[in-house]
């Protein structure tokens, strides 16, 4: 804002006060008392909840009270869309933004990263003077500064790939860049245990909380009491499909959501005690559709699809007082939206959100309001008036809000879907998708299809040509983890599973097989460098190497570390795509010096006396300098 305009609103917000026109706090405030605290945020998001997972939506198979409660206490939104899967609904809940803007077109070795020119909803809020925290998946980068405590986070605990190994004692949680070597009873309920400490530590500041669990997402992990009920239950309500249906799998899915809800109640709980309740919006909401074929009101497709069943999410959202109780909000919405609204309920000025108004003005002009660092245009809009009731139904925009993934696209107004192969449904007569009217209403499908063209010809084009390195070195960040998920196996190395997420490097057999990592070096310096291995008796022995550029190290395996595999024995039913774990221990190379820019960090073996050199999970690289 210019002198001349700030000017301008002083003395507009001068006559208005004259006028007493200026709300009551704000007139306070002019008098020398503080404007009231603005609300705390508690943001929880599902992973692989489907819509239907909920009590709240008519699912009698299980029973979600917790959750349930937003909705009674607040607001429930009928039709909110977010992505197919997992990495981009939380990037399009980062920015307020569609996900190919910021560079993500994938789920695991480093196409889940947000584009480091992008702002986040941390950023937004940490600027604003919140405490910031992440407690659970991440999925949106690992290494700094793509890592969540360079987004805007203050705080972070869990982990920042896709999916993880085993939730019992996890290994390898990261807070704040520290690699930890296992954690604490089963991880829903850890995260909730430190969000809960996250809660109690700013309790006295505004704070912005958000807790993206891991579950139901697979592996499918629940603990005992929560599964107890669902055995052997007799699930009286069905995928539309029930052939389709993997019924021990829904089971344990309907268990994991239970334990969410507990989860949730705790969260709830702690915001009464602590009387933050009145003044904390929370939110619930899932990151795409459920992960098997199980009740999901009938809808089409799955995780993974563009159609509804895809794409509608769960959304609640609470903030007593300023958000009716009970109402329920027909009016298309999507994860897009949530950066704009939540920091229009708080007060905060977002460049590239709608228009700014006149009390926003004048709160900004009187520097109670510090506007946020530009960022770059939404796609997402403020809810607010939704929300708050101040809209008019029939005023509110016919949007289009557009779902993708992997170069399949469809898109939703009010009334229709245009779906990925140019079918149109009437979503209000023919929810299923069972009946395609692009025939008989030609001039719809046709302005849906031509929108959906633009969408893509702006959206996708050099999506997938991804030459984005992985950032080593930063002084203020001095740790970086280069996992498995993130290198490439050459020769004879294969990697532990077919999902790269949370796999390991096995079956490194020859002298010429090597691991390699496409990194970029930060700052020249001194490099202590350790690998995470596992190696059996009769293996030990090997000789091995880590180069980038002409910088290289060498170290020999002398001890063995030969744990079992970790995970089958806590899963209710076998997995298909995710590695099991192990208690992989650090092997500590030395230190390397390595020179700026860019290269291949390279792990070879120099001698092999036994069958293998070892299994690998991570490189751990620490700047010492
Ligand atoms: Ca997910």
Redesign the pocket.
């Known amino acids: 804002m210019t002198c001349t305009t700030r000017r301008a609103f002083l003395k507009l917000a001068g006559l208005c006060a004259g006028a007493g026109w200026l709300p009551s706090w704000l007139r306070t405030a002019r008098a020398g008392t503080a404007p009231p605290r603005r609300p705390n945020i508690l943001i929880i998001l599902a992973?692989?909840q489907g819509w239907g997972d909920l009590s709240v939506h008519g699912n009698s198979n299980l029973s979600t009270p917790n959750i349930d409660s937003l909705a009674k206490a607040g607001a429930l939104l009928e039709r909110f869309f977010v992505c197919p899967?997992?990495s981009p609904?939380r990037a399009e809940f980062l920015t307020g933004r569609y996900h190919p803007r910021g560079g993500v077109h994938s789920t695991s070795t480093g196409g889940e990263r947000l584009n480091l020119d992008e702002k986040t909803i941390g950023d937004t809020f940490k600027a604003a003077g919140y405490a910031t925290g992440a407690f659970g998946k991440w999925h949106n980068g690992a290494q700094y500064p793509y890592h969540p405590n360079a987004r805007g986070f203050d705080e972070f605990y869990g982990f920042c790939s896709g999916h993880w190994g085993d939730y019992f004692d996890a290994l390898f949680l990261d807070h704040n860049g520290q690699l930890l070597p296992h954690g604490n009873g089963f991880l829903i309920d850890e995260l909730t245990d430190r969000a809960l400490g996250f809660i109690e530590a700013n309790k006295d500041r505004p704070f912005f909380c958000y807790v993206p669990y891991n579950t139901p997402?697979s592996p499918m992990q629940v603990p005992d009491r929560f599964y107890a009920k669902f055995a052997g239950l007799d699930l009286k309500m069905r995928n539309r499909n029930p052939a389709s249906e993997d019924i021990p799998f829904t089971r344990a899915a309907l268990a994991m959501c239970e334990n969410i809800d507990w989860n949730v109640g705790r969260l709830l709980a702690r915001l009464d005690e602590l009387k933050l309740a009145e003044n904390t919006i929370v939110i619930y909401f899932s990151?795409?559709g459920p992960?098997s074929w199980r009740w999901n009101g009938g809808m089409k497709g799955r995780?993974g699809s563009t159609d509804e069943g895809g794409v509608r999410a769960p959304f609640l959202i609470r903030w007593p007082g300023r958000i009716p109780a009970g109402a329920r909000i027909p009016q298309i919405a999507g994860a897009i939206d949530l950066l704009p609204t939540l920091a229009d309920l708080a007060g905060i000025p977002v460049a590239g959100s709608k228009p700014l108004d006149g009390i926003t003005l004048v709160r900004l002009s009187l520097g109670l309001l510090q506007p946020v660092a530009s960022s770059k245009p939404l796609d997402g809009i403020s809810l607010k008036p939704l929300l708050t009731g101040a809209a008019r139904p029939q005023s509110w925009p016919d949007r289009m809000i557009f779902s993708h993934w992997g170069g399949k696209v469809s898109v939703r107004t009010q009334a229709y879907r245009l779906d990925n192969a140019g079918q149109l449904f009437d979503m209000q007569a023919d929810p299923g998708q069972d009946r395609d009217l692009s025939k008989e209403q030609p001039e719809v499908a046709a302005r849906l299809s031509k929108a959906l063209a633009q969408w893509k010809a702006e959206m996708l084009p050099g999506l997938k040509n991804d030459d984005r390195p992985f950032p080593v070195g930063y002084p203020e960040f001095p740790i970086t983890q280069l996992p498995a998920r993130d290198g490439v196996p050459h020769g004879n190395v294969k990697r532990s599973a077919g999902a790269p997420n949370c796999s390991y490097f096995t079956n490194w057999t020859a002298p010429g097989d090597s691991i390699t990592w496409d990194v970029q070096v930060a700052t020249a310096g001194r490099y202590e460098a350790v690998i995470y291995y596992t190696c059996a008796k009769a293996d030990v022995g090997s000789r091995l190497e880590l180069s980038l550029g002409a910088s290289r190290i060498e170290a020999a395996v002398s001890e063995a570390n030969d744990p079992p595999l970790r995970g089958a024995e806590h899963d209710r039913v076998p997995r298909k795509g995710e590695s099991y774990v192990k208690d992989f221990k650090p092997l500590r190379l030395g230190v390397v010096e390595f020179k700026a820019g860019r290269g291949l960090l390279t792990l070879r073996a120099l001698a092999v006396p036994g069958k293998q050199v070892m299994d690998v999970r991570l490189v751990l690289l620490t700047l010492v300098q």
Do not use: S
């Open positions: 992973d692989d899967v997992c609904t997402h990151d795409n992960n995780k």
